[in-house]
């Protein structure tokens, strides 16, 4: 069992930068792929960005690619998503999730979740 826990949501200006973090608990999150998705009022989960315990692999959505950053602290038990250069349509609850195999980009592939932190990107 993995609990995991975000943070670092807010109000930003478009263009601007925030980080989130995800603090993991439980069973050692390097053992997981860690994910994050995010979801806007009315839509579904929408994958964002993933990295692999062990190799630190990482993918994004073509969406977010070249913007935002995942990582992790292995130490801190902590994932991070760095997210520069923000757009209205960024503007989601974002979550964190892991997993320990499937596809990376589905988010039934994952049985750990956050609880989820707004993000808001104002114009």
């Known amino acids: 069992q993995v609990q995991l826990v975000e943070s670092g949501g807010g109000l930003v200006q478009a263009g601007g930068s925030l980080r989130l973090s995800c603090a993991a608990s439980?069973?050692?999150?390097?053992?997981?792929?860690m994910g994050w998705f995010r979801q806007a009022p009315g839509k579904e989960h929408e994958f964002v960005a993933t990295?692999?315990?062990?190799?630190?692999?990482?993918y994004y959505a073509d969406s977010v690619k070249g913007r935002f950053t995942i990582s992790r602290d292995n130490a801190k038990n902590t994932v991070y998503l760095q997210m520069n250069s923000r757009k209205p349509e960024d503007t989601a609850v974002y979550y964190c999730?892991?997993?320990?195999?499937?596809?990376?980009?589905?988010?039934?592939?994952?049985?750990?979740w956050g609880q989820g932190t707004q993000v808001t990107v104002s114009s």
């Open positions: 990295l692999r315990g062990s190799g630190g692999n990482t």
């Open positions: 999730a892991a997993r320990s195999g499937g596809d990376y980009s589905n988010p039934a592939s994952y049985p750990y």
């Open positions: 439980g069973r050692t999150s390097s053992m997981y792929t």
